[in-house]
């Protein structure tokens, strides 16, 4: 044996922790971090309007004239939450990029090496691009106006509740993505290949019931589904609607035959969310 | 031995050994890569305050052990302990007592240098109360105050360098590590960064653990390891390690060489003739000086002492020059540095 080393008192060698108040400074900072670099990039920021508002006033009145109106409720109005929960999908799916920027950049290791646990970067990651994602989409409702939807102080706050939700779920399915590719443009060609499809089967764009079997089963499987319809039903709840706008323009998802409650889908959303947060964590780089 | 039963992994220093004792300490510490075995169990220790360099050619097995030393990567065999800590056992306890700059960039050229600072302020906890006086106090450092509210991204490569040491060292860590902290800068930049680097220790007695091919920095430290085929060859001061591949050469340019050298001779000294000039071995050159001119017993036109340097050393050991490989390891790694700065 070596002679002169410090020798140990007996018993296994106990390692630090990290209290749970670091953890949360932690998740705060990495939160902040993200918000500083949306916020600085004002491309970022008018960019991830401008294709929701297309989609609303092109695919909306182009649509309306086709569809029609019932009891004065016509597509246009339908679509507006869609379009709401499509702009927070897409900021909240891209903001996930950031996890592929810091990788290429360096500043992954910052992170990785730092005395703090994974499940805070990744919960500060997600967060950040959560809320970027929760104001964005809060922003569009300034446009209800222009489309003829009322909206009651009520029902912005169970918008942005609902959104929120939302944002976590998608931007910890992003994180979770992100961790798993390795270059930028891998991470650019894998979103668009998975953002519209979400987008498309999630109910934002189209009235889920009376779908083929084969897109209903797709429109089930997609987490947004379960996200899209209590935000819809919240809208909706805030206008006059007659029976038959209601039986046209529905806002509610069947499950196994049974219609879902708010509630059942709001549950449903935060089991995919916490399966998203989990995934993203276990995903997210050891320091090599 | 009752080491044996209460240590069974070996040597390592006490988990509350915070305050004093060795900064660095490791025992036939190894790492193999499937096949390769990239570090041969090296034991070495580093002492509160030290500046200790690892010099290497490129491959030598340098990053590999700062890796393992940072918790980074997982020993394969041996055992080492930074501030007191087990790199393997507590590798938490020892994240939070190292200060690390790697080869490659790690800041964030989007925030200001002053977020940068304040982002790693939270990660490795340094309390509220006082990551203001800190962030203030590194900056002063690393010569960067004015800076403090530009953005990365207008920062030259030194610039940046230099706030990643101030980065380094802004949770106050026990050692720290600099994983060849001037590669790919300028002649200038890299005189900016030693400054830095040697302030630092005066002024915050920093224990500095560093990694370098370049032979000048290696003179810097107060201990310098050689480092080849993942084996230590050599420990020892600068000049310790000079003096063990050999004596001083004093040259001197005489009227009339062969009868300078016939004289020199006589007088015991050990004289090589070269074309233009004598060269004689002794063991202090300049105190050698005025003998040699009374021995040479002609007019003595110059003279001119040669220490052996580093490059001597490294190549006594290994048989090789460090030079021919670095020359083109720094151009790569500067064009590495430009492209990673878009």
């Not at chain 1, 805070?120 to 989409?137: E, F, H, P, Y």
């Not at chain 2, 036939?28 to 010099?55: D, N, P, Q, T």
């Amino acid at each position: 044996m070596t002679a002169t080393v410090l020798q140990l008192p007996g018993g296994p060698l106990a390692d630090e922790r990290v209290s749970l108040g670091e953890e949360l400074r932690t998740v705060g900072m990495v939160w902040e971090r993200e918000a500083i670099r949306f916020f600085r990039t004002k491309a970022r920021v008018v960019s991830s309007f401008v294709q929701p508002v297309l989609f609303l006033f092109v695919l909306g009145y182009g649509m309306s004239t086709l569809v029609g109106e019932t009891a004065g409720f016509d597509f246009k109005k339908f679509l507006f939450p869609g379009i709401v929960a499509m702009t927070v999908m897409s900021t909240a799916l891209s903001s996930a990029i950031s996890i592929v920027w810091d990788r290429e950049f360096g500043f992954l290791r910052e992170m990785l090496v730092a005395p703090v646990s994974r499940t805070s970067i990744v919960s500060g990651k997600t967060l950040g691009g959560a809320s970027i994602a929760t104001v964005q989409g809060t922003i569009m409702l300034a446009l209800a106006p222009a489309i003829g939807v009322r909206l009651t102080w009520l029902a912005v706050l169970e918008v942005i509740g609902l959104e929120l939700l939302m944002a976590v779920t998608v931007t910890a399915f992003g994180v979770f993505v992100a961790s798993h590719v390795q270059r930028m443009e891998g991470f650019s060609a894998v979103m668009q290949l998975l953002l519209f499809p979400m987008l498309f089967l999630s109910g934002a764009l189209f009235p889920l019931n009376g779908l083929p079997g084969w897109l209903t089963v797709l429109t089930r499987v997609n987490p947004l589904t379960y996200a899209v319809a209590p935000l819809r039903s919240v809208v909706f709840a805030a206008q006059h609607m007659p029976p038959a706008a209601a039986a046209k323009f529905s806002s509610t998802v069947t499950l196994f035959g049974a219609t879902l409650s708010n509630a059942a889908c709001i549950g449903i959303t935060c089991g995919f969310a916490v399966l998203f947060l989990a995934l993203a964590v276990a995903g997210f780089g050891q320091p090599d | 031995m009752t080491t044996a039963k209460t240590a069974p992994r070996g040597p390592v220093a006490r988990a509350s050994g915070d305050g004093a004792g060795l900064a660095v300490e490791t025992v036939s510490l190894s790492k193999r890569f499937g096949e390769m075995h990239a570090v041969k169990g090296i034991s070495f220790s580093i002492g509160r305050g030290e500046v200790f360099a690892f010099l290497g050619p490129n491959g030598a097995g340098k990053t590999t052990t700062v890796r393992m030393l940072c918790t980074l990567t997982r020993p394969s065999g041996g055992h080492a302990a930074v501030a007191g800590f087990d790199v393997a056992r507590q590798p938490e306890a020892v994240r939070r007592r190292i200060g690390l700059v790697f080869q490659e960039q790690t800041l964030d050229d989007r925030l200001t240098a002053e977020q940068n600072l304040r982002f790693h302020a939270v990660l490795y906890h340094v309390p509220r109360a006082e990551v203001k006086a800190r962030i203030d106090r590194v900056l002063r450092l690393v010569a960067l105050e004015d800076r403090r509210h530009d953005l990365v991204s207008t920062f030259s490569g030194g610039m940046a360098r230099r706030l990643e040491i101030a980065r380094g060292m802004l949770h106050t860590p026990v050692v720290l590590f600099l994983d060849e902290p001037t590669v790919g800068l300028d002649p200038q930049t890299r005189a900016l960064v030693w400054e830095d680097v040697l302030r630092l220790r005066r002024e915050e007695q920093m224990t500095i653990f560093l990694t370098t091919h370049y032979m000048d920095e290696a003179e810097y430290a107060d201990r310098v390891a050689i480092i080849d085929h993942g084996q230590i060859v050599a420990t020892g001061t600068p000049d310790e390690l000079k003096h063990q591949v050999g004596a001083d050469t004093v040259e001197l340019v005489t009227v009339d060489d062969a009868a300078a050298a016939a004289h020199l001779d006589a007088a015991g000294f050990r004289v090589r003739r070269g074309e233009e000039q004598l060269a004689i071995s002794a063991e202090d050159g300049e105190a050698a000086v005025p003998r040699l001119i009374e021995a040479a017993g002609v007019r003595v036109r110059s003279v001119d002492v040669h220490h052996p340097t580093l490059d001597d050393v490294f190549l006594h050991y290994t048989g090789r020059q460090i030079r021919d490989e670095h020359a083109e390891r720094a151009q790569s790694a500067m064009a590495r540095a430009r492209t990673a700065r878009r």
